[in-house]
């Protein structure tokens, strides 16, 4: 592992020992090849690049008293709002989120990043308030148009989002490589390039991390980095079926691993490397290995699951059913691992 240690969003590696992951492929061209079609590898892309963008040449929407329009302008897509007479408008930067649920925008004014007041979301085909903003007026039309956000939780947003965009201590969103790419998890990668290129094996791997060698604990905050971990949620007051979209917290709520158990850890069930497998049926022999087809059975040795009496399938539309949160027009799957007794509470 790295000897000077790794976690995600660490931005003291300058921007140098960053290669991108074409170096990466050179080596590892399956590993990458099939990153590149995961969600994390379009967590943030530029705008001109965003295929819903392209796709949509006009999207509309009205908030009393306000009229929202984005256009799509010779390769760029312009934010605009209008009250009456007045208006105000800017150029989309960023669009953050692969789609799958939403895609919000970023811009900047005077060297100020601001989240778009819309976000474009795939189930509606439309646009709708982002998650978080209030849908009531704002108070002028700079603000009707996006929220400023702080320095602190721009750098958060674009170190989840993509690889490298603090380097050497310092924010530098212009060098950055878009998305979550190798190195945002495995650390940079020029020391490790480099050192297997002239045959120093042992070194070569002590200059990148290895995820799935970390311990349970250190795994699950390893993803919780971005995906949130207890210490995130206690400072943000997230609370109920909010934090559902925290998978690595509502993983160590579970019951399994409350009791100790701390082998269902994300690598467990997900492989970064590939998309997330939808089917349900897929994760049934992961439930299995320890709780054992057999009912009555004594399950796994070291820590011994009882068997479900009422089926061997399906075991995740029961124990990790798919809540909605509020604002997503979506629904997420509860990594709160548990017997369900009410869907309408999510603590």
């Not at 967590?43 to 949509?56: E, G, T």
């Not at 050192?195 to 991390?209: F, N, P, S, T, Y």
Request: proline content about 6%.
């Amino acid at each position: 592992m790295l000897s000077a240690g790794w976690w995600p969003t660490k931005s003291t590696p300058r921007r140098e020992e960053y290669l991108g992951p074409t170096a990466c492929a050179e080596c590892h061209p399956s590993e990458a090849a099939a990153q590149k079609t995961t969600p994390m590898a379009q967590a943030c892309i530029h705008a001109a690049n965003s295929k819903i963008l392209a796709a949509h040449q006009r999207l509309s929407y009205r908030a009393t008293p306000y009229v929202y329009d984005l256009t799509r302008v010779g390769g760029a897509s312009l934010f605009s709002v209008r009250n009456g007479e007045r208006s105000d408008s800017a150029i989309l930067e960023w669009a953050f989120g692969a789609g799958v649920v939403s895609e919000t925008y970023v811009f900047q004014r005077n060297r100020t990043f601001y989240e778009s007041q819309l976000s474009y979301f795939t189930a509606l085909q439309a646009l709708d308030i982002t998650p978080g903003r209030h849908a009531a007026p704002s108070a002028d039309l700079g603000e009707a148009l996006g929220r400023p956000i702080a320095v602190d939780e721009v750098r958060l947003c674009f170190g989840c989002h993509n690889t490298a965009s603090s380097a050497g201590g310092q924010f530098d969103p212009e060098h950055l490589i878009p998305g979550i790419t190798c190195e945002a998890c495995h650390g940079p990668g020029a020391k490790h390039a480099a050192a297997m290129k002239e045959g120093r094996i042992a070194d070569g791997l002590m200059q990148v991390l290895n995820p799935a060698k970390l311990g349970p604990f250190d795994s699950v905050d390893f993803c919780g980095a971005c995906h949130r971990t207890w210490a995130d949620v206690v400072e943000s007051r997230a609370e109920g079926i909010a934090t559902v979209r925290f998978q690595p917290y509502r993983l160590e709520l579970s019951r399994c691993w409350g009791k100790g158990d701390t082998r269902i850890t994300c690598l467990g069930c997900h492989d970064p490397h590939l998309p997330v497998v939808h089917d349900s049926g897929f994760y049934d022999s992961r439930c299995l290995r320890c709780h054992l087809a057999t009912k009555g059975a004594s399950g796994a040795s070291d820590h011994p699951g009882a068997a479900c009496p009422q089926s061997t399938k399906d075991c995740t539309t029961c124990h990790m059913p798919k809540l909605e949160v509020p604002g997503t027009h979506a629904k997420f799957t509860d990594h709160r691992i548990r017997i369900v007794r009410s869907l309408g509470n999510a603590q």
